[in-house]
């Protein structure tokens, strides 16, 4: 197996939201991505930080907003409602390389974020899990549950010079740690974009633009997968620090 995690990241400026509100929407994406990928149903959600037992989405949906209020974050220790709270569930009790963990930091006074991922810190995404549908219906619930100004899918490795070195294609070097697999720009950022045609796209109902690199398992030693998530990463950064 190689060093490579596969995950999702979704970003968004600060949205306020009640506690109740807040749990609503985390747990309305978990139903979602069970809906559409029904393998991945199991979800255990933490309670409590730290927690080492989990409890089932019907009941979180039974104790909100306890249970998003419980889940502060805890900033040096100490609980810190300037960065809102840290919501965390996993399909599996034990972590796995074929483990599914879905995250939400949100609530602050800050940028909020959710994230979804295969594998865990230094556990590497078993490659069998990882499949263009399951990321494309994770991806998709994520956006109908969250006002979401941008988003993608991708492959990251940490490691120096763990990507292949490919012949006439040079990375985007903003991110050396990172392919773009999928990427989605909302409509205001994706206002009068028209990519390359040979870069698959579609608009959203709210008429975003998804981007596409590879319509199965992103491989960073494929020249044209890598061709079109070096341009699905050029297009994000000119977009997203346009000003």
Known sequence: MNSYQYAISAKWRFEPLSPTEIGDRFLR?????????????????????????????????????????????MIDGEPDAGYGYRLHARNKRELRHQSLGFSAAIGGEYADA?????????????????????????LSSILSAWSCDSAYAYVFNNKPGGFPAIPGITPNPSVPYHRFWIGYLSA?????????????????????????????????ANPDHMRRANAIAEIMARRLHAP
């Open 114 to 138: 959710i994230d979804f991922e295969v594998g865990w810190t230094g556990l590497p995404s078993d490659p069998d899990v990882v499949t263009y549908p399951l990321f494309k219906a994770a």
């Open 188 to 220: 205001k950022h994706a206002d009068g974009l028209k990519p390359s045609s040979d870069l698959p796209v579609e608009r959203t109902p709210d008429d975003g633009l998804i981007m596409t690199a590879a319509e199965s398992r992103l491989d960073p």
């Open 29 to 73: 994406t978990l139903d979602l991505i069970v809906q559409q990928a029904p393998q991945t149903a199991g979800w255990g959600i933490t309670p409590e930080p730290y927690a080492k037992s989990s409890m089932s989405i019907d009941e979180a949906r039974g104790r909100l907003p306890q249970w998003v209020e419980n889940n502060i974050a």
